[in-house]
């Protein structure tokens, strides 16, 4: 019994024509994009204060984040602070966690 494989002829629909790539490009390159904001030290400790705050009294955060030239929010409570990764872990739902990075957060506020 032989293998009839079609090799590579079922791949090339998956690959992208120039046009199309081109198109992607000017797309990416057309949404608006920012520069990270500068953070100084004392904005940096009142996110550590705050942020100390939420574990302790277990209260809701609003992170903002700059992601890449875009900037998103993230809700929830801070479950764990990681001083080696330098990476904050966010519980978002019960028993969904997502990991920030320290350099990324640039608001922090408490939320109750």
């Known amino acids: 019994m032989a ?3 079609r090799g590579k002829i079922k ?3 998956a690959y992208l024509q120039p046009e199309q790539a081109k198109m992607q490009r000017d797309f990416w390159l057309d949404t608006e994009r920012i520069r ?4 100084d030290e004392h904005q940096a400790e009142e ?3 705050r942020i100390i705050y939420s574990m302790e009294y277990n209260h809701s955060v609003k992170l903002t984040v700059w992601d890449d030239g875009f900037i998103h929010d993230i809700n929830g409570r ?7 990764t330098h990476k904050l872990h966010i519980e978002v ?3 969904e966690f ?4 320290f350099d990324s957060v640039v608001g922090v506020k408490v939320v109750d």
């Open 36 to 39: 990270k904001p500068i953070i």
């Open 11 to 13: 791949w090339a629909a």
């Open 93 to 95: 739902k019960p028993g």
């Open 3 to 5: 293998i009839r494989d």
């Open 47 to 49: 996110f550590d204060l």
């Open 98 to 101: 997502e990991r920030v990075a």
């Open 78 to 84: 801070v479950h764990y602070v990681d001083p080696i």
